[in-house]
């Protein structure tokens, strides 16, 4: 009989794959959703991730009501957190996610592709991530988030819904029934999305694996002795975990984050051998270099204050219907928006 540690990284790692095919063949990207929608009017992509989303909400929600996972063993769920750092966290990993053109996530894929650029955004990701977490910049990060963390009265939308009188199971289905709903109204209020049948299987299948995700690490790793910890997809961590798992495994331990990195790197490569769309690139001048690198320096440092990535907060964080990921997510959205249109807008590149 398999253990739950086996259960868990064999899980991680199919999850990964999945997510690195479906991520390939549908070019899913909410960086590249947000310039589409901001500079293109083209809000396919977008409306693709807001599927995703409300799919992540009702699987993540329904295990928490059937009593399969406790979301509130997740990082997302703390009872405090410095609401400022997540804030300003959100906001540098926004602007850095557009100056590197792609996402910690879609960098990892288009490595798969044989796009050497995101190798080097991957690197730098994992590099600064960990200084972050546990480097140079750590002090730093630690002081200011013990100098403004707030015990707040509710951190989550269920919980502001307790407060104002309804009961527990009430609130989160009132919560979790009305976001998905609205996200599947914006969805397929398109007829251009409706009849982009890629896109709508894609996010379909992007908030299934965020859902597969909880199930894994919260149902199938709940191992009274060595559990799992409570978790789904994300990127900005789980890239500095595998750096220094690569470095330094024989004092290391594989775990989820690490092999879903893994699965998602295999699954782009396999399948762009076999698409055929597998080809070499590179950078084409010393300053697209320079900038990627000072976007992916961003996104490692932002990635850590907010407690996570485009997807780390914006899927599977706000699946958990948490105040911190709101206020992640808005400071991606602001920094984006600046870097696309605003007075500090970083000039365009060709897409990725």
């Not at 400022?84 to 906001?91: A, Q």
């Amino acid at each position: 009989m398999l253990s739950a540690s086996t259960i868990v990284l064999s899980g991680g790692f199919l999850i990964g794959l999945v997510f690195g095919a479906v991520g390939l063949i549908s070019g899913f990207c909410v960086t590249s959703g947000l310039r589409n929608l901001w500079t293109k009017r083209d809000g396919r992509m977008i409306r693709c991730v807001a599927l995703a989303l409300a799919v992540a909400i009702l699987g993540a929600q329904g295990l928490s009501a059937a009593g399969a996972v406790d979301l509130g063993k997740s990082i997302y769920l703390a009872p405090t957190f410095s609401a400022p750092v997540v804030l300003f966290g959100g906001l540098i990993f926004g602007y850095g996610m557009v100056a590197a053109n792609a996402c910690a996530s879609r960098a990892l894929i288009l490595l798969g592709r044989g796009n050497l650029r995101s190798l080097v955004v991957i690197a730098t990701i994992a590099i600064t991530a960990e200084m972050t977490l546990k480097g140079l910049i750590a002090p730093l990060r630690i002081a200011l988030v013990n100098w403004s963390t707030t015990a707040f009265g509710a951190n989550s939308l269920p919980a502001l819904l307790v407060q104002a009188g309804l009961a527990p199971s009430v609130a989160v289905a009132i919560a979790a029934l009305a976001a998905s709903a609205a996200l599947f109204v914006f969805a397929f209020s398109s007829a251009p999305f409706r009849a982009a049948t890629l896109l709508i299987l894609s996010g379909l299948i992007m908030g299934l694996l965020v859902t597969a995700g909880w199930y894994v690490t919260g149902f199938l790793g709940a191992d009274p002795f060595e559990p799992a910890p409570v978790a789904s997809l994300t990127f900005i961590a789980p890239l500095a975990d595998s750096l220094q798992y690569v470095m330094l495994s024989t004092g290391s331990t594989l775990n989820f984050g690490i092999v879903v990195m893994a699965g998602v790197l295999a699954g782009s490569f396999l399948t762009a051998l076999v698409t055929r769309g597998f080809h070499v690139e590179a950078y084409t001048s010393p300053g697209h270099m320079l900038r990627s690198v000072g976007g992916a320096t961003l996104m490692g440092i932002g990635g850590v204050m907010a407690f996570g990535c485009s997807i780390g907060q914006g899927l599977t964080g706000l699946s958990t219907l948490a105040l911190p990921s709101g206020i992640a997510v808005a400071g991606i959205l602001i920094g984006a928006s600046a870097a696309l249109r605003g007075p500090a807008r970083v000039p365009a590149l060709a897409s990725a």
